[in-house]
């Protein structure tokens, strides 16, 4: 899920303070979809019977959360790609790229790992899954839970694994970009991802390569696209818009609305049993909306984004999307489902209960496990700094 914290792209150019902007504007994006995930989860624990609509009909929206991991991965696409995209899509090293993600990645990701297996092994397994074992352990402090199956400790878990796989291809992709042209990279990506999903239904072999999700692979690389997209209409930030930023915001509903439209007909369980290519069609719809956002359109929209509570949440969305999950099972198996059971009043007493406290245990868990790592880029000035703090709390 980018999950991934936007990079801040320093530059020396007119453009400088908008691509500030336009950041904060994506992290706004990326903590209203964490939310999201949040509430889809507290839905699926008052309502059981996934992928069928066991709730009323207006919060069946609730039931598609997984079009949330779909917006982090074109928006991780995008945001690695802003400076790239800048720089002749020159990328500084593959090694220097593969530290600072595992610095920025790693950390909270292990600290909610541990968590969730306190909470799983003394609390409530996650729903549909026995105690995580030793082999739980391994896989996913690995990152290979989607290599092979294990009790899972934490529902949101498997997309990291899938994000941490198109942090490898990125390097190759930007290379083929590079040498090649946008479209050359893109058709590189999107063919033999096709075929997969085209042969996986008759070819048992290739059916197994679908727990990989490789359509986000796609969606990976429309949101790179999309950055070279915003990085060459930066100049209309200097106060010069043109008809085509004018229009962006139509060409991404007007990209989204027949994908809407194709899930509302044919329903929740055909959707779920078609995300491949569903989340497929969905990639352009994003990635306009990203470029749109990046170019200051529309502006409600943009200055809502980058209003104090959205871009906060942003601030921390990666351990909200981390932490989340055991706390609102934990919630809803021990308080919620006892007193309650499941409904429409089990949904609302799980959502007052644990979105509060979601929130509130992400934000702490951020302070010390996620923000000092995007503060400071080693362990070097990582102890410099908590020594300094420690000094200054410590002297008379």
């Known amino acids: 899920m980018d999950k991934s914290s936007t990079q801040r792209v320093v530059s ?7 691509a500030r902007r336009r950041l904060e504007g994506l992290d706004g994006i990326r903590g209203l979809a964490a939310l999201f995930v949040v509430l889809h989860h507290c839905w699926l624990m008052a309502f059981p019977g996934f992928p069928g609509n066991g709730g009323p009909w207006w919060l069946g929206w609730l039931l598609y959360g997984h079009f949330a991991v779909v917006v982090f991965i074109v928006l991780s696409g995008f945001s690695l790609a802003v400076s790239p995209a800048r ?4 990328l500084g090293g593959p090694g220097r790229f593969a530290r600072r993600r595992a610095w920025r990645i790693l950390p909270p990701y292990w600290a909610a790992l541990a968590f969730s297996l306190v909470v799983a092994w003394t609390l409530a397994p ?7 074992t030793a082999k739980s352990v391994l896989l996913y402090g690995l990152l290979l839970q989607d290599v092979a199956g294990s009790p899972s400790p934490n529902g949101a878990f498997w997309s990291i694994a899938v994000e941490a796989h198109l942090y490898i291809l990125f390097p190759l992709m930007l290379l ?6 946008t479209t050359v ?3 590189a990506v999107t063919v033999p991802v096709a075929a997969i999903g085209l042969l996986a239904p008759s070819v048992p072999l290739v059916d197994k390569l679908l727990r990989f999700t490789p359509q986000f692979a796609v969606l990976f690389a429309l949101g790179i696209v999309g950055a070279g997209i915003a990085a060459r209409a930066g100049t209309e930030a200097a106060g010069r818009p043109s008809k085509a930023a004018a229009l962006r915001p139509w060409w991404a509903l007007a990209t989204a609305l027949p994908v809407v439209a194709v899930i509302v ?3 929740p369980i055909w959707t779920v049993e078609h995300y491949f290519w569903v989340d497929i069609a969905m990639g352009p719809a994003v990635t306009l909306l990203l470029v749109s956002v990046a170019s200051g359109r529309p502006a409600p929209l943009v200055r809502l984004l980058d209003s104090r509570p959205i871009r906060g949440l942003g601030h921390f969305s990666y351990s909200l999307y981390l932490i989340h999950a055991p706390i609102v ?14 409904g429409l009043t089990a949904f609302l007493l799980t959502t007052v209960l644990a979105v509060p406290l979601s929130l509130l245990v992400a934000r702490l868990f951020a302070a010390v496990f996620e923000l000092p790592f995007l503060r400071h880029r080693s362990w070097r ?3 410099a700094a908590a020594s300094a703090r420690f000094a200054r709390r410590t002297a008379p």
């Open 12 to 18: 020396t150019d007119v453009t400088a303070p908008t």
């Open 87 to 90: 720089s002749q899509w020159r």
């Open 126 to 132: 996650q729903p549909g899954e026995g105690p995580p």
């Open 176 to 181: 083929v970009l590079r040498r090649a042209g």
């Open 185 to 187: 990279m893109l058709t």
């Open 265 to 267: 007909a044919l329903g």
């Open 329 to 342: 099972v934990a919630l809803s198996t021990l308080v919620v489902s006892p007193a309650a059971g499941h």
């Open 381 to 383: 000035a990582l102890r």
